[in-house]
C-alpha cells in the first residue's frame, strides 16, 4: 500500500518540474516532487543556464579589464586570473538559487521526497533513496519532468577527467593553456567563450558548416566574426573521429567532412558539447507502457499527456527545443490544464538565446524557413556600430534583422546579435504575440540612448527605406 497520496506527483526538480509543482499547488492540488540529487533545480539551476552564466560573466569582467579598461581611461596592472575564485563564487550562486527553490517548496506546501522516482503502475511510484530505502506513494496525476543528460558518443572515450562535458567544464579550477570544443552550438559556444576570453586557447569542431546551425544564417556569421577576434579558432565542415585521453592531455583526431584528409589536435581538456538527450533511465516506463518516440523522448498529445492516462510529460525530455522557459511553460500548461482551464502555448514564440558577448537571440522564423515554407518576406537589418548607446559602451558588434511578410507586414521572425539582446528580443516576442506589423514595431517609441532603438531601425528598414542612422 501506498504511504501518502497526492493529486500530483512531479518526477524531477528542474524549472519544468518546480514550476509546474507551485502552478498546481497554487490551484490547490495536493502535490509532490521527487528529486534523484540532494538539491533542487535539475540541470539548469545545478550544471546549466545559472552556473554557465556566472561563468560567463565573470570572464567578460576579466576580459574587458584585460582589453577595454585602459581605453576607457581605467589603468590597471598586475591583472591575473583566480579561476578557482570565479568557480567559487558560480558555486555560491548555485547555491542561493537552489536554496531559493527549497524555499519556494516549502512556501507552497509541496511535499519534496529525495530519490529516484519509478512507476509501479500508472497511480503508484516507488522512491528509492541513495542508501536503497523504498517507499511508495500514490499519485492522481504525474508529470515527468526528467530532463536531459549530454550525448556522449563512445568514439569519444568520455572520462570526467580530461574528456568532459558541461558539468565538468563549469568545476575546472586551474585555467588550461588549449581546448578542443566538439560542437558549435549553444553549449560549447558558451562555455569556449569562456575559456577564451580567460586566455586559453579554445578551438570548435563543428560538422555543419557553420555554427549556432538552428539560427538565421545573419547570426551564425556575425557570432562567428566576434568570436574569431577573442582567439577562438574554428574547424568547420570537421568532424571528430577518435579521441584519447591520459591522465594530463587529451588528442582529438579530425577529419574534413568531404575528404579522406585528417589531423590531430592536442589540448589540455576536450569538451563534448553535440548536444543533449533525454533522460529516461529508471523512470519504469515498460512497467506502464508509456511510449517513447525514435530518439528516446517520450510521446506526448497537444495537452502533454503521453498514451497513459493521468501520465504527462514536460521540457527537455519531450520533444521540441530544450529550453528551460519552455519547459516551465509547459509545467505551467499541465498544472492549468489539469485544474480544467484552457492554457496556450505558441511554440513558435519561444525565444532562444546564446549568452555570448556579443549575445545571440531570436523569435520566430528563421530567413531559411521563409525560403524553405514559400513564404512571402521583407527584411530589414541595422547594424549595431550605427548605434550611439553601443559606440559609448564600445559594443559595437552584431546586428538586429526583422523579417515581414511582404504583403500583410506582419513579423514572422526577429534575429539579434547584440549587447543585451537577450533582454532586448523580448520586445519583439511580446509584439509577436499580439501579431503585430513591422510597421507597428517602427512607430512604437523607443528611448534614447538605448540598444533597443535598433529594434526600432531595422522594423523602420524592413517596411521600406526608412532606416535613418545608416
Given at each position: 500500500?501506498?504511504?501518502?497520496?497526492?493529486?500530483?506527483?512531479?518526477?524531477?526538480?528542474?524549472?519544468?518540474?518546480?514550476?509546474?509543482?507551485?502552478?498546481?499547488?497554487?490551484?490547490?492540488m495536493?502535490?509532490?516532487?521527487?528529486?534523484?540529487?540532494?538539491?533542487l533545480?535539475?540541470?539548469?539551476?545545478?550544471v546549466?543556464?545559472?552556473p554557465s552564466k556566472?561563468?560567463?560573466?565573470?570572464?567578460?569582467?576579466?576580459?574587458n579589464?584585460?582589453?577595454t579598461?585602459?581605453?576607457?581611461?581605467?589603468?590597471?596592472?598586475?591583472?591575473?586570473?583566480?579561476?578557482?575564485?570565479?568557480?567559487?563564487?558560480?558555486?555560491?550562486?548555485?547555491?542561493?538559487?537552489?536554496?531559493?527553490?527549497?524555499?519556494?517548496?516549502?512556501?507552497?506546501?509541496?511535499?519534496?521526497?529525495?530519490?529516484?522516482?519509478?512507476?509501479v503502475d500508472?497511480?503508484t511510484?516507488?522512491?528509492t533513496?541513495?542508501d536503497?530505502?523504498?517507499?511508495?506513494?500514490?499519485?492522481?496525476?504525474?508529470?515527468?519532468?526528467?530532463?536531459?543528460?549530454?550525448i556522449t558518443?563512445?568514439?569519444f572515450?568520455?572520462?570526467?577527467n580530461?574528456v568532459?562535458?558541461?558539468?565538468?567544464?563549469?568545476?575546472?579550477?586551474?585555467?588550461?593553456?588549449?581546448?578542443?570544443?566538439?560542437?558549435?552550438?549553444?553549449?560549447?559556444?558558451e562555455?569556449?567563450?569562456v575559456?577564451?576570453?580567460?586566455g586559453?586557447?579554445?578551438?570548435?569542431?563543428?560538422?555543419?558548416?557553420?555554427?549556432?546551425?538552428?539560427?538565421?544564417?545573419?547570426?551564425?556569421?556575425?557570432?562567428q566574426?566576434?568570436?574569431?577576434?577573442?582567439?577562438?579558432?574554428?574547424?568547420?565542415?570537421?568532424?571528430?573521429?577518435?579521441v584519447?585521453?591520459?591522465?594530463?592531455?587529451t588528442?582529438?583526431?579530425?577529419?574534413?567532412?568531404?575528404?579522406e584528409?585528417?589531423?590531430?589536435?592536442?589540448?589540455?581538456?576536450?569538451l563534448?558539447a553535440?548536444?543533449r538527450r533525454?533522460?529516461?533511465e529508471?523512470?519504469?516506463?515498460?512497467?506502464?507502457?508509456v511510449?517513447?518516440?525514435e530518439?528516446g523522448?517520450?510521446?506526448?498529445?497537444?495537452?502533454?499527456?503521453?498514451?497513459?492516462?493521468?501520465?504527462?510529460?514536460?521540457?527537455?525530455?519531450?520533444?521540441?527545443a530544450?529550453l528551460?522557459?519552455k519547459?516551465?511553460?509547459?509545467g505551467?500548461?499541465?498544472?492549468?490544464?489539469?485544474a480544467?482551464?484552457?492554457?496556450?502555448i505558441d511554440?513558435?514564440?519561444?525565444?532562444?538565446?546564446?549568452?555570448?558577448?556579443p549575445?545571440?537571440?531570436?523569435?520566430g522564423?528563421?530567413?531559411?524557413?521563409?525560403?524553405?515554407e514559400g513564404?512571402?518576406?521583407?527584411?530589414?537589418?541595422?547594424?549595431?556600430?550605427?548605434?550611439?548607446?553601443?559606440?559609448a559602451?564600445?559594443?559595437?558588434?552584431?546586428m538586429?534583422?526583422?523579417?515581414a511578410?511582404?504583403?500583410?507586414?506582419e513579423l514572422?521572425?526577429?534575429h539579434?546579435?547584440?549587447?543585451?539582446?537577450?533582454?532586448?528580443?523580448?520586445?519583439?516576442v511580446?509584439?509577436?504575440?499580439?501579431?503585430?506589423s513591422?510597421?507597428?514595431?517602427?512607430?512604437?517609441c523607443?528611448?534614447?540612448?538605448?540598444?533597443?532603438?535598433?529594434?526600432?531601425?531595422?522594423?523602420?528598414?524592413?517596411t521600406?527605406?526608412r532606416a535613418?542612422?545608416?
Amino acid at each position: 500500500m501506498s504511504d501518502q497520496k497526492f493529486d500530483l506527483v512531479v518526477i524531477g526538480s528542474g524549472p519544468g518540474g518546480y514550476v509546474a509543482a507551485i502552478r498546481a499547488a497554487q490551484l490547490g492540488m495536493t502535490t509532490a516532487i521527487i528529486e534523484k540529487y540532494n538539491t533542487l533545480g535539475g540541470t539548469c539551476l545545478n550544471v546549466g543556464c545559472i552556473p554557465s552564466k556566472a561563468l560567463l560573466d565573470s570572464s567578460e569582467h576579466f576580459y574587458n579589464a584585460s582589453h577595454t579598461f585602459e581605453e576607457h581611461g581605467i589603468k590597471l596592472s598586475g591583472l591575473k586570473v583566480d579561476l578557482a575564485q570565479m568557480i567559487k563564487r558560480k558555486s555560491d550562486v548555485v547555491s542561493q538559487t537552489c536554496s531559493g527553490v527549497e524555499f519556494l517548496m516549502k512556501k507552497n506546501k509541496i511535499t519534496v521526497f529525495t530519490g529516484v522516482g519509478s512507476f509501479v503502475d500508472a497511480n503508484t511510484i516507488k522512491i528509492t533513496s541513495s542508501d536503497g530505502k523504498e517507499q511508495t506513494i500514490s499519485a492522481g496525476k504525474t508529470i515527468i519532468a526528467t530532463g536531459s543528460k549530454p550525448i556522449t558518443p563512445a568514439a569519444f572515450n568520455y572520462d570526467k577527467n580530461r574528456v568532459i562535458t558541461s558539468t565538468e567544464a563549469l568545476n575546472i579550477t586551474k585555467l588550461p593553456k588549449r581546448m578542443v570544443v566538439i560542437g558549435g552550438g549553444v553549449i560549447g559556444l558558451e562555455l569556449g567563450s569562456v575559456f577564451a576570453r580567460l586566455g586559453t586557447e579554445v578551438e570548435v569542431v563543428e560538422f555543419q558548416d557553420r555554427i549556432i546551425a538552428g539560427m538565421d544564417k545573419d547570426c551564425s556569421k556575425e557570432l562567428q566574426r566576434s568570436l574569431k577576434k577573442i582567439g577562438v579558432k574554428f574547424h568547420l565542415k570537421h568532424k571528430v573521429v577518435d579521441v584519447k585521453a591520459t591522465k594530463t592531455s587529451t588528442t582529438v583526431s579530425v577529419q574534413k567532412r568531404d575528404s579522406e584528409e585528417s589531423f590531430d589536435i592536442k589540448a589540455d581538456y576536450c569538451l563534448i558539447a553535440i548536444g543533449r538527450r533525454p533522460y529516461t533511465e529508471g523512470l519504469g516506463l515498460e512497467n506502464i507502457g508509456v511510449e517513447l518516440d525514435e530518439r528516446g523522448r517520450v510521446k506526448t498529445n497537444h495537452h502533454l499527456e503521453t498514451n497513459v492516462s493521468g501520465v504527462f510529460a514536460i521540457g527537455d525530455v519531450v520533444a521540441g527545443a530544450m529550453l528551460a522557459h519552455k519547459a516551465e511553460d509547459e509545467g505551467v500548461y499541465v498544472a492549468e490544464y489539469l485544474a480544467g482551464q484552457k492554457p496556450h502555448i505558441d511554440y513558435n514564440l519561444i525565444p532562444g538565446v546564446v549568452y555570448t558577448w556579443p549575445e545571440v537571440s531570436a523569435v520566430g522564423k528563421t530567413e531559411g524557413q521563409l525560403k524553405e515554407e514559400g513564404i512571402p518576406y521583407k527584411s530589414g537589418k541595422f547594424p549595431f556600430k550605427a548605434l550611439g548607446r553601443a559606440r559609448a559602451s564600445m559594443d559595437t558588434e552584431g546586428m538586429i534583422k526583422v523579417l515581414a511578410h511582404k504583403e500583410t507586414d506582419e513579423l514572422l521572425g526577429v534575429h539579434m546579435v547584440g549587447a543585451r539582446v537577450a533582454d532586448v528580443i523580448m520586445e519583439a516576442v511580446a509584439l509577436m504575440e499580439f501579431r503585430a506589423s513591422a510597421e507597428d514595431m517602427a512607430r512604437i517609441c523607443h528611448p534614447h540612448p538605448t540598444y533597443t532603438e535598433a529594434v526600432k531601425e531595422a522594423a523602420m528598414a524592413a517596411t521600406g527605406d526608412r532606416a535613418m542612422h545608416i
